[in-house]
């Protein structure tokens, strides 16, 4: 029968146990000396060997010749213990037998001597789920635990655990582990189970894992079943996850703003049936190493990957400015929010791609599109009216001047003002920051004169909210400022006040295309 190599490579010895020294030298050092606790608190993240020390403490406290603190894990008791068929030695998931009575059946099991070991031990795991009352029949015996009694408690949520119950315990903290450490052990394993594991293969798989040992083996058995040899490329495939090169292929397109390309490579990627949850991430830790490399002067302790992806990284970290980059991180950052709820991951993937697309992209004065949009902008951040201009007319020469129109009378009887196409990103920024606004500004519209916001919203509570509270109108002016990059100041629309000047279909398009990172050819 298979047996999966996280249960078949249970450690068995405290030495055996990886990365955890500071926790096991002194449970051994207990052991040995006959002075251990009669309650421990282990804690620490998944499959870091809570569960594991646990046991071995059982099997050492009790094993009938033991070596120096540890378990012989040969003799009857040791081997019972294992096997589960001595009942001294008691797991109870607490996150299934949380009730008052469980703990009280313990609690009477507990006052009478073992059968056939010296301890009784009990092993409590996830004990933050315990009820309150299983707590309080809990606390009675751990105020004085009869001299045959050991308690092992094990959480991952340290927080949710009662301080009564903390004070009691001798606590010990598991932490993650590190990723060399990890890749060492998946290579003693392979080594032993005849497994062929590259080095790199094995680093990938501990950097998936996170710091937990069980996750590791469970992802090595994976990649298993794919190749008794498992390289990086094993690994890759296993996982789902997008090689290293492709990744750097699609930020090379990304940076030499070249959406065709970089959609490309998102296609190859799905047609090897990658995932894009997964792709997503890789994209933030990649920019997350090129903020690294660009920031860090000795970046290679912070930095996974070979003397050439260290090289190849520093290469586009010099193409993108440190805000680009940052930039970059939040709006994929974004993009994984949304990636996981919604069904159409790749579209999701796409539309952050073709944003990263078009960061810092200069507009090109050849192009007579982008011309218009980028004199549309100047006269936004200028305030100028806007002159009503046949949609084709040519670029005026003045590209670098103020535009010739003299500025607005301070005393207007009537503002200029246009729709602001925009609005229902500026809502969807606000639903993250302000429900309460966003709930009452569903049908609002704005315009805008390049200076101000002008919110036309018939909602009261909008009104109320944004005259008594600071923080809606702050709300407000961040997601304005989250999606135009620029700050507005606010204002109602009043339409005795303004005069709406519809903007041509074709801008709008233009300006849609440009926010969504899509560079506009010639018409
Ligand atoms: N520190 C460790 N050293 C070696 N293997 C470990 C370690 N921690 C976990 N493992 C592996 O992961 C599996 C699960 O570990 P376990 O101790 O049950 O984790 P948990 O901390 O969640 O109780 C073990 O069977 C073992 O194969
Ligand atoms: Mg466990
Ligand atoms: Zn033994």
């Not at 996280?6 to 955890?20: A, H, I, L, N, S």
């Not at 099997?59 to 040791?78: F, H, R, T």
Request: with cysteine.
């Amino acid at each position: 029968m298979y047996q999966a190599l996280y249960r078949k490579w249970r450690p068995r010895t405290f030495e055996d146990v990886v990365g955890q020294d500071h926790i096991t030298t002194t449970l051994k050092n207990q052991v040995a000396a006959g002075k251990f606790s009669h309650a421990y608190l282990f804690t620490g993240s998944r499959g870091t060997g809570k569960t594991t020390c646990s046991k071995i403490i059982a099997k050492a406290v009790n094993c009938l010749s033991p070596v120096d603190g540890n378990p012989c894990n040969q003799c009857e008791i040791c081997r019972g213990i294992d096997d589960g068929s001595i009942l001294d030695v008691v797991e109870i998931d607490a996150a299934s037998n949380n009730g008052v009575d469980n703990i009280r059946q313990l609690r009477e099991e507990a006052y009478f001597l073992p059968t056939v070991a010296k301890k009784r031990v009990y092993i409590l795991d996830e004990c933050h789920m315990l009820s309150a009352g299983a707590v309080n029949a809990l606390l009675k015996i751990l105020e004085e635990p009869p001299e045959h009694v050991i308690f092992i408690l094990a959480t991952t949520e340290i927080h949710k655990v009662l301080p009564t119950i903390l004070s009691r315990c001798q606590r010990f903290d598991f932490k993650r582990i590190k990723s060399r450490v990890i890749a060492d052990r998946l290579l003693y394993v392979c080594d032993q189970e005849g497994i062929q594991l590259e080095d790199d293969g094995a680093m990938l798989i501990a950097r998936l894992a996170d710091g937990g040992m069980r996750d590791a083996l469970s992802l090595l058995d994976l990649c298993v079943s794919y190749s008794q040899r498992i390289t990086l490329e094993t690994v890759t495939q296993a996982a789902g996850l997008t090689g290293r090169e492709r990744l750097f292929a699609l930020v090379g397109a990304i940076l030499s703003h070249d959406p065709t390309g970089a959609l490309q490579v998102v296609e190859e990627l799905s047609q090897n049936s990658v995932d894009f949850t997964r792709l997503c991430e890789q994209l933030v830790s990649h920019y997350r190493d090129l903020m690294i490399v660009k920031t860090v002067r000795e970046p290679d302790d912070l930095v996974q990957g070979t003397q050439e992806e260290l090289e190849q990284l520093q290469k586009q970290a010099g193409e993108l400015p440190l805000p680009q980059i940052l930039e970059g991180i939040q709006l994929l950052q974004d993009s994984m929010g949304r990636i996981s709820r919604t069904p159409f991951k790749r579209t999701e993937l796409e539309m952050a791609v073709l944003r990263l697309c078009g960061q810092g992209q200069p507009s090109s004065a050849s192009n007579p599109l982008e011309e218009r949009v980028a004199r549309l902008e100047r006269m936004f951040q200028q305030g100028a009216p806007q002159q009503s201009q046949p949609p084709a007319s040519p670029p005026p020469q003045t590209s670098n001047n103020p535009p010739a129109t003299p500025k607005p009378a301070k005393k207007a009887a009537v503002q200029q003002v246009e729709p602001f196409p925009r609005w229902a990103e500026v809502l969807e920024q606000l639903k993250k920051r302000n429900g309460a606004l966003y709930g009452a500004m569903v049908e609002s519209r704005a315009f805008t004169n390049g200076e101000m916001m002008l919110v036309d919203c018939p909602n009261e509570l909008f009104r109320t909210l944004l005259r008594t509270s600071v923080a809606a109108k702050e709300s407000l002016r961040d997601s304005i400022l989250a999606v135009t990059g620029q700050k507005f100041s606010l204002g109602p629309y009043n339409p005795e006040k303004y005069a709406v000047v519809q903007r041509d279909p074709l801008t709008d398009l233009v300006e849609k295309a440009k926010a969504m990172g899509v560079p506009v050819e010639e018409s």
